[in-house]
Nanobody
Framework: QVQLVEAGGGLVQAGESLRLSCAASGSIFSINAMGWFRQVPGKQRELVARITSGGSTNYADSVKGRFTISRANAKNTVYLQMNSLKPEDTAVYYC?????????WGQGTQVTVSS
């Protein structure tokens, strides 16, 4: 059984920073791509950033230059450093990983950016 535990969401003002983390635990034999999605009410969940097992990254155009995704393989953890936050970044952020060739989602963490 695998679990993903997210942390780091909160309420900040525009221009400030937050760092999200997502730690995987359980019977883990392999972790491939890890990523972050976000969702606001009434809209589809969208990809924010993704990192492969080899360290290649890709980002949504809306966050390029402001967000950085990274991973600590020894800790089975993925991070999302979010700088220069904007009100339009307000959403529930979900961790998503491919573990043991199955897709897993975190419980979600709320990020709210006030103007």
């Amino acid at each position: 059984q695998v679990q993903l535990v997210e942390a780091g969401g909160g309420l900040v003002q525009a221009g400030e920073s937050l760092r999200l983390s997502c730690a995987a635990s359980g019977s883990i034999f392999s972790i491939n791509a890890m990523g972050w999605f976000r969702q606001v009410p009434g809209k589809q969940r969208e990809l924010v950033a993704r990192i492969t097992s080899g360290g290649s990254t890709n980002y949504a155009d809306s966050v390029k230059g402001r967000f950085t995704i990274s991973r600590a393989n020894a800790k089975n953890t993925v991070y999302l450093q979010m700088n220069s936050l904007k009100p339009e970044d307000t959403a529930v952020y979900y961790c998503n990983t491919l573990i043991n060739f199955s897709n897993y989602w975190g419980q979600g963490t709320q990020v709210t950016v006030s103007s």
